[in-house]
């Protein structure tokens, strides 16, 4: 594969509190005061979708919602977690030609199968 095609892809993960939200804001901001292109995904495992309603007021994502998908209800590893994300990536890439995909977990994800998953990421251009 050439890696021109390739996305980069970073995945935030930690217990909560410990700043996960707080960061993929900053990386959000940076990334448009930058001009980098960027699609976020969060994933809360609450059906309120508290952090995704934090990640969409954000000013590059008011700007273009586009850039944002949830993935709420579920573990983001699991069988239903994954299979949802292979979707909202894919969603993503076909409106979106990102630089970079940040992915916020919820606390309880298996971070070897995003890994996994984030690997075969490629832009569809």
Do not use: Y
Not at 15 to 30: E, V
Not at 94 to 100: G, I, V
């Amino acid at each position: 594969m050439n890696n021109t095609n390739r996305v980069d892809v970073v995945i935030l993960n930690g217990f909560l509190g410990s700043g996960k939200t707080t960061l993929f804001r900053n990386l959000l901001s940076q990334s448009k005061k930058k001009n980098i292109s960027v699609c976020a995904i969060v994933n809360d495992m609450s059906e309120l979708d508290v952090d995704g309603e934090l990640i969409s007021n954000t000013d590059i994502v008011e700007e273009n919602q586009q850039i944002l998908e949830s993935i709420s209800s579920c573990v983001l590893s699991s069988k239903k977690g994954i299979e949802k994300l292979d979707v909202s990536l894919k969603k993503l890439l076909l409106k979106e030609n990102p630089k970079l995909i940040i992915i916020e977990t919820s606390e309880a994800v298996i971070l070897f199968h995003l890994w996994s998953t984030s690997r075969r990421i490629k832009r569809l251009d």
